[in-house]
């Protein structure tokens, strides 16, 4: 399986970026996609996933009303649309996926990343 993140840059306070991660290497029916960030000395923390056949999506609280993540099936991509930016969401974006088992909020449970790809956010 591979993983590739892209879309990340500089936005001011409020703006918008739409992060993109082309999947390949293996069909991904029923499979998990999801997207996580990390800052610097902190833990990698679930931002959002959304499940590859039926599209459910689920959201960390902090981006709620503000990002949206999607998935073309014919293009084997997903996207995060990150509205009203914030300097708070400023990390390296990282998408991952993994079979639909167990929890799917935890960084550990997913054995399957991409490069990642950095956000800044200027205040």
């Known amino acids: 399986v591979q993983l590739q993140a892209s879309g990340g840059g500089v936005v001011q306070t409020g703006g918008y970026l739409r992060l993109s991660c082309a999947a390949s290497?293996?069909?991904?029916?029923?499979?998990?996609m999801g997207w996580f960030r990390q800052v610097p000395g902190k833990e990698r923390e679930f931002v959002a996933y959304?499940?590859?056949?039926?599209?459910?999506?689920y959201y960390v609280d902090s981006v709620k009303g503000r990002f949206t993540i999607s998935r073309d099936k014919a293009k084997n991509t997903v996207f995060l649309q990150m509205n009203s930016l914030k300097p708070e969401d400023t990390a390296v974006y990282y998408c991952?996926?993994?079979?639909?088992?167990?929890?799917?909020?935890?960084?550990?449970?997913?054995?399957?990343w991409g490069q990642g790809t950095q956000v800044t956010v200027s205040s």
């Open positions: 991952a996926t993994k079979e639909p088992m167990g929890t799917f909020v935890l960084s550990t449970g997913y054995p399957h």
């Open positions: 290497g293996r069909t991904f029916t029923n499979w998990v």
């Open positions: 959304i499940t590859w056949n039926l599209g459910t999506t």
